[in-house]
Structure formats: C-alpha cells, structure tokens
C-alpha cells in the first residue's frame, strides 16, 4: 500500500469482464510531491478515486498523477458506487479540475506568510486525508448560521472534505490544509457547479493570524468597497 494515501501501488488498470474498457490515459498534475513524508504513520485515507506519484525519480520534484477513467471507475467500482460508463470521463476531468484549483488557492495562502519569498523552494503535497464524514469546525458554524439566518447563509453541508499536507522544503514545516467541497445549482447551460472553501487548519499560531489577516481584508472589502477602490486607483496613478 502506498503510504501517501493509503492505496495499492499496483493499480488496477484492467476492466471488469463484463465492462467497456474506458481509458487508461493518465493526466500528470501540477501539484508537486514530497516524498521525504512516505514513511508517515498516520491513518491515512484515500480519496474517493486513486491518485498516485508519477513514476518516482526518488526526487522532490516529481507531481502527483491523476487516475485514469478506467482507474476511477474500478475504484468507485470497488467501493459500490460505479457510475455510467458514458459519464466516467467527465468526472475524471471534473474531479482534476477541483484539484488543480484547490492547489491554486493553497498556494495564494502560502504565498500571504510573513516569511513567504519568492526565492524559496516550491511547496509540494506531502499526502492527504479523504474525511467524508467529518464536519470541519467552520463548515459546522456556516450549517448553525444557516438554521439560524436561512435567508442569508446555505443549510447545505460539504459534500466532501479533504485534509491535505503541505511540506515547505526551505524549512521543513508540514502545513494542514482543510478543504470543503461544495455543490451548488447547475450553470444556465446546465453544467455542475461547485464551490471549494480551502483554507490553512488553525495547528499554529502563524496560521491563525492569516486566517484572521484575510478575514479582515474580506470584511474591508464588503463594507467599505469605494475607499478599496479609491486607494487601489491612486496606488496606480502613482506608478
């Protein structure tokens, strides 16, 4: 089993008897990988589909790879919930598109540290855990305000949560990331639409005060909209 994510590391690639084969064409991430955390103990889950290491050099910069159709079918497959074959490659494409944005809102935390430089080596995914059945804390208070303030906040909860691990090569930390993976109404044209709440876990005093410094800026933002702008427009009249 791979320790990263608590899959097999011979994947099954191979339809069922009496399936279509679908794809087996995998898509490379842009997600780095650490792999100086393989040897972890923690209890480690999967995510609902396979994800695995590009074929390892044994180096720091290799990137997480993507499962192939035919890979997230046998997993889902496996866990009793294949789905049609004629939806299993958009699924593919919709479950890596939430990751590499989930990645992207990762690294504009990361780049808001007192310590963030440009000229520090890149951050990579050490592992993640898959907790479905977990409510994270503010998911928790967003479900009471909407009970409470129906009109105004969502009574939905996230349709899934990930824990992802986060290795900052220039000092070593392991940062948790919490990610809340939410639903929302079809586009006009009728496509899905979901929304990902991805923040730093509250396990330090440092993460506790950008979690608290975005807070800030968001509520500037919402009750004093014309003087952010007023100074955004005159920082650039003083370029």
């Known amino acids: ?101 989930a ?22 995914l050490a592992r993640f855990q898959g907790r479905p059945q977990d409510l994270s804390p503010k998911a928790r208070y967003h479900l009471m305000l909407g009970k409470l303030f129906p009109n105004t906040y969502s009574s939905t909860p996230p349709f ?10 220039r000092t070593g930390v392991t ?7 939410y639903s929302a109404p079809n586009d006009d044209d009728g496509n899905p639409v979901f929304s990902l709440d991805v923040r730093p876990a509250i396990d330090s005093f440092d993460s506790m005060q950008i979690r608290l410094a975005e807070w800030a800026r968001l509520k500037r933002e919402k009750f004093f909209p014309s003087s952010t702008s007023t100074s955004a427009t005159s920082s650039e009249a003083r370029q």
């Open 103 to 124: 990645w992207d809102q990762v690294r504009r935390w990361e780049e808001q540290r007192s310590d963030f430089s440009t000229n520090d080596p890149k951050i990579a």
């Open 1 to 101: 089993m791979n320790a990263l994510n608590n899959i097999p590391l011979d994947l099954n690639s191979s339809s069922s008897p009496d399936a279509v084969n679908l794809s087996n064409q995998r898509t490379l991430s842009s997600i780095p990988r650490s792999v100086t955390s393989s040897s972890n103990s923690d209890s480690i889950s999967a995510c609902p589909v396979k994800h695995s290491p590009s074929p390892s050099t044994g180096t720091d910069d290799d990137n997480w790879v993507y499962p192939s159709p035919q890979q997230f079918q046998n997993a889902l497959a496996r866990k009793g919930k294949a789905a049609p074959l004629e939806n299993v490659s958009m699924m593919v494409e919709i479950h890596n598109w939430m990751n590499e944005k």
């Open 175 to 181: 940062q948790r990331y919490v990610i809340d993976y």
């Open 160 to 169: 899934d949560r990930h824990d992802w691990y986060i290795r900052r090569p």
